[in-house]
């Protein structure tokens, strides 16, 4: 099980924190609801939504490394 509080924690958290936002803006429901405010605090859910978007392969490839070390090498 991956701590929160440590490095790879926050990376594991940030990382499926981008693909749930960017699955969100795929569903239109969840898009007008969530990620209609660009600024202020909810701003955070469309800006990871973008670079999930705009950057899926690098943030896929991040995904597929961080769980082989997490299931493998930790």
């Not at 929160?4 to 969840?30: E, M, W």
């Not at 469309?46 to 090498?73: D, E, N």
């Amino acid at each position: 099980m991956t701590n929160v509080y440590s490095f790879d924690g926050i990376v594991v958290f940030g990382l499926l924190f981008i693909c749930t936002c960017a699955y969100f803006k795929k569903v239109p429901r969840l898009n007008s609801w969530l990620l209609s405010e660009k600024k202020g605090v909810w701003g955070v859910f469309y800006k990871a939504a973008v670079i999930g978007t705009r950057l899926h392969i690098p943030v896929a490839l991040s995904c597929f490394f961080m769980a082989f070390y997490v299931m493998f090498l930790k």
